[in-house]
């Protein structure tokens, strides 16, 4: 038998179950969708059983949307979005509602002696070469500048906010502190520590955008990447201004005072990325890509937490048999 191909996500923030099936095109899915006893049915097909699952239906919210508005003659079948309400159910906060949690903050790194590479111990940064004692300071989101955007609204020229709003520049013997890296200025480098990497900046196009350009940096010693230089083209050569050390690349010395189950695994430092920019620009979807390539690796898709999908194995092979299945975001 052929199932009908389904896919769902259940949104529990605004309490509706929204879903993709894939149909003969000569079905009229707006006419034959209905919901019975808590089951969801196409005409005399059941799709699933909701109350297996424990969701509660609405039968009177339901909307359905033919994605297909200039179908391929050549294929027999178009998608349809469906969106059906359900009811609302009290459920506990958990511990996963959180903010996530700050990965090796400034309050860590009081003591740092030496900055160097995760694979081979390069030293790039010595605490004791600076001309005065180390600053450290936490730096804000990595886009505070979209997050105070969404909330300057009162004035008469929006230009006048921007004008005082500057780029947060590296500064000699302070070490900012961001969510995933450390930000310092070119004069706390160990001399001849980091290497430009030439196949990114072979790339680079100085005549656009701004007259400053981040670009990979590696380790001299091992020539693995440790992230990203901020470089000023002057006399047609590139000088180096500050760095960005990317926290899974280095290590600190003395090593901060953190069990081993505190230590931040790239896990950590990949998820926070992902989270702090879903929240500054409501993107859920990423690509992942080579820095040198720039081959697509995977796509990336964020859930909340509390979200869950309901599916079956149909866009994957209509002859995989009917089992639905019901799994947490």
Request: charged share 25%; proline share 7%.
């Amino acid at each position: 038998m052929t199932i009908i191909p389904f896919f769902s996500e259940r949104l529990g923030n605004i309490n509706a179950l929204r879903a993709t099936i894939s149909v003969d095109k000569r079905c009229p899915v707006d006419r034959e969708l209905a919901v019975k006893d808590n089951s969801l049915w196409l005409g005399s097909t059941k799709l699933i059983d909701s109350t297996v699952l424990g969701i509660p239906l609405d039968p009177n919210l339901i909307t359905t949307t033919n994605m297909d508005q200039q179908p391929d003659k050549n294929n027999e079948t178009i998608l349809w979005d469906i969106k059906i309400g359900t009811q609302q159910q009290q459920v506990p906060r958990l511990a996963y509602d959180h903010e996530p949690k700050e990965l090796l903050p400034a309050k860590a790194l009081r003591e740092f002696e030496l900055i160097s590479c995760n694979h081979c111990s390069c030293p790039l940064v010595r605490a004791q070469d600076s001309k005065a004692p180390f600053r450290h300071k936490d730096m804000p989101s990595e886009h505070w500048y979209e997050l105070v955007e969404c909330w300057i609204c009162h004035e008469t020229k929006p230009e006048e906010h921007r004008a005082r709003m500057k780029p947060i520049l590296a500064k000699p013997d302070v070490l900012l502190v961001g969510s995933t890296y450390y930000l310092v200025h070119s004069d706390n480098l160990t001399p001849d520590s980091l290497v430009v990497d030439r196949d990114v900046a072979s790339k680079i196009n100085w005549d656009n955008g701004t007259y400053t350009k981040w670009i990979t940096v590696n380790c001299t010693s091992c020539s693995m990447p440790l992230g990203e230089g901020q470089y000023e083209k002057y006399d047609e050569e590139p000088i180096l201004r500050a760095v960005k050390l990317f926290k899974y690349c280095v290590s600190i010395l003395p090593t901060p005072t953190l069990t081993p189950c505190e230590m931040p695994t790239f896990m950590d430092f990949l998820v926070c990325d992902l989270v702090n920019a879903a929240k500054a620009h409501a993107t859920y979807r990423f690509l992942i890509q080579g820095r040198n390539t720039g081959k697509i690796y995977c796509l990336i898709w964020l859930f909340n937490w509390d979200t869950q999908i309901i599916y079956n194995r149909g866009f994957v092979s209509p002859s995989e048999p009917a089992d639905v299945y019901h799994e947490r975001g």
